[in-house]
Every structure is written in C-alpha cells, then in structure tokens.
C-alpha cells in the first residue's frame, strides 16, 4: 500500500507551490483539441489557489528534444487554462524554462496568483534529470506537488529531481485517485477480480500478464495478441498479428493460469477481412481457423457474449487495450461490447488509459466507469507491479 502525504496534508497559505501537471494535449495549428487533460488538473489548482498558495505550474508537449520550438510552446494551455479558471494565468515565456519572466512573475506573485512556465523539456537536461535544471525548477518554489501521472514512469527534473531541493513534496488529486485505484485496487481487490487485456502486441504487456495471473480470478485476452494465443493452443490464424517469439511464452502463460486456477479466456470467434481497411468484405470464423489471406480485426459475436458473461459477477475489473481495430466502424463492436458490460455491471471499473480510455470516452460510458487512468505508459507499469519514479519520490505521510 503506497501512503504519500496528498494536497490536503499541506499548510501552503503564502507559499510558492510549484505544481507538475500533464499539459501534453494534441494542438492542432494552435489550437487544443482534446482538452481532458486540462480540465483533470483543475481541482488540484482550484485548492491551491484556495488556500491561497502562489500557485506555479509546470508540464512537458510533446518531444521537442531539449530546443524551443514554437509550435510545442504551453501559451495555448495558459489562454485557456485562464478561462476555465477564470482567472488570469501569466504565461512566464521562456525558452530556458526558467529565465527572467519567469522569476520576475513568480516575484510579482501575490496568494492565489496563478502562473504557468514553458514546456519544460525545452531544456535537454529534464529528460535526463539532471540535477542544475532540477535545482532550477525547486528555486522558484518552497513546495512541490506532482499531480502528472502520466508522466511518472520517467524520472526527469520536474517529476523527480525537484524532490531533493524542496522542503516538501506531495501528490495532487489527480495521483492520489491513480495510486489508490489502479495501485491498491490492483494489490487488494474486492473478489471476483477480472482483467481485460487487449491491443496489438503481447510484448507490450509480458510484465503485465505475468503480474495480473498472480492476483485475478479471471484473464481476458483481446486484440491483435490473442491471435499468438491461439497459435500456442494449436489453431492457425492466417495473415494476422502474430508474434512468432512469443508463442512459447504463450504457451508458459497458459499453464500458469491453470496452475493457479485462474480462468483464461482468449475470442472463439474472430471478424475475418482480406484488407485492413473499414469498407471491405468481412465474415466471422472460429478463432483458431482463420483461413490463409485472411485476417482477424475483431472479436466476434460469441466472443463478445463469452467475456460480457465473464465480466458479468466481477467486482472489480481492470481493462487496458482494445478489442480490435477501433479506428475503423465495422471492427468496433468488440470494444464496444466490452465497454457496455462495464458499463452495466456493479462493480469497481478501472480503465488503464490509452485507447480504452478513448473507446469508453467516445461511446459516452465515462461516467459510468469508476476510473479512467490519465497515463497509458505509466498505468501498464503499475499493473507489472513496479514502482513509479515519479511517485516514489514524493514524500511519504
């Protein structure tokens, strides 16, 4: 059980709080398109302000390789940071991060005072957490607050070095709500405990399969990883995703499960198409003859009976990855079938970010959900049981 001191545990009246969030939205000539990201860093900031911290926010876009580079400049996020806040946000432009509008603003702070720096991996030296940019970043501020869980399974400045050179460090709302769940859910679950895995590859989640058959009663394989499944139970799968290497480790995994008593499901029946394309012919066969040419883009209609049945009595299910190619309509409805289980049943719903979380999201099921992860990276590594960087560096309660 992971027990860090949370935004509530501080005094921070007069106080300059540097906050790390996770600003990296998609900007499209400028303008945000997704702005979830934004709107999930809000509460953590409305608290600070109220208990009038001098609140300074910091955050990484996207991968500008330690140069400034315009187009992946954080002014978007202030502008409209400043509307949801409806406040002013000052936006410290400066391409070293911390330089001279950033200090003469936090100077001018006064409580409640909001004010946001540049993208912080204009500096090279955030990737590599090194310790003058880190000594920087803490210089501005007596308090540190990680509220960026997306980005706490890399230890760079401003999710971990910062730590040594403040006097106090805590997590944010948003950290607090992702440890408890996708941690403590994962490590001490309400029984029967099904996970749902899913996505193109099994190499992605080895740790995680690994991981989960020692803690689930059931495991659900999905996606393009299935296909390897099936070929290390003797079926043939055509022109599908397989992961040849992988079809021993398969085999390793399927006999854990049985050893341990837990019950592995991969699809009986499998959406069959020649193209990968959305307007196409397709046809449903058994999973584990999928003919030559052809190639599995969904689950089928058994299948998605078969998991909605298994999921059905849970009390506690964790999901990470699609069912299929979700991206095109025809080969959809296998997510969508298993995003309408969880939808429907009474039980703690952990959707482990990425394209899960946009699949809930798009078919309007969000609400529904108990929690959708915000890091798809740093939610895959806290169900292979590690530790996050970024999370074992905040002080503890």
């Not at 998609?26 to 709107?39: A, C, K, S």
């Amino acid at each position: 059980m992971l027990n860090k001191k949370s935004v509530e545990d501080l005094a921070v009246k007069g106080k300059k709080v540097l906050v790390r969030c996770d600003f990296n939205v998609p900007l499209q000539d400028g303008v945000i398109t997704d702005e979830n990201r934004i709107v999930a860093a809000l509460p953590t900031i409305q608290k600070l302000i109220k208990d009038g911290a001098k609140v300074i926010l910091c955050s990484h876009m996207g991968k500008p390789k330690g140069e400034p580079k315009p187009e992946l400049s954080l002014a978007p996020v202030a502008k409209r940071l400043s509307e949801k806040l409806g406040k002013e946000v000052v936006f410290a432009k400066d391409d070293t991060v911390v330089g001279e509008n950033a200090k003469k603003a936090v100077s001018e702070m006064k409580d409640g005072d909001v004010v946001l720096l540049e993208n912080t991996r204009y500096r090279k030296e955030e990737t590599k957490n090194e310790d003058n940019f880190s000594q920087e970043l803490a210089s501005l501020a007596e308090v540190f607050v990680n509220d960026a869980f997306g980005s706490s399974h890399r230890a760079h400045c401003s999710t971990v070095g910062v730590t040594k050179y403040v006097k106090e460090s805590a997590v944010g709302y948003l950290m607090d709500k992702e440890i408890n769940f996708l941690g403590n859910a994962v490590n001490n679950p309400e029984r029967p405990f099904v996970a749902i895995l899913g996505g193109s590859k099994v190499s992605d989640k080895i740790n995680v399969i690994n991981n989960l058959l020692e803690k689930v009663d059931t495991l659900i394989i999905g996606g393009g990883m299935a296909y390897t499944f099936a070929v290390a139970q003797g079926g043939k799968v055509g022109n599908s995703l397989l992961e040849a290497d992988k079809v021993e480790y398969a085999k390793e995994m399927m006999k854990k499960a049985e050893e341990k008593g837990v019950k592995f499901l991969i699809p009986v029946d499998t959406v069959i198409t020649k193209e990968f394309k959305n307007d196409t012919e397709f046809k449903t066969v058994p999973t584990k003859e999928i003919p030559d040419e052809w190639q599995g883009l969904d689950i089928g209609e058994k299948s998605r009976e078969l998991f909605a049945d298994a999921i059905k009595n849970a009390k506690t299910v964790v999901w990470n990855g699609p069912m299929g190619v979700f991206e095109f309509a025809n080969f959809a409805k296998g997510t969508e079938a298993v995003a309408e289980a969880l939808a429907n049943i009474d039980a703690t719903t952990i959707i482990g970010g990425g394209d899960s979380a946009a699949a809930v999201n798009q078919l309007g099921y969000g609400s529904k959900m108990t929690h959708i992860s915000t890091g798809g990276g740093a939610s895959l590594e806290f169900l292979e049981g590690k530790e996050l960087p970024g999370v074992v560096a905040v002080d503890d309660k």
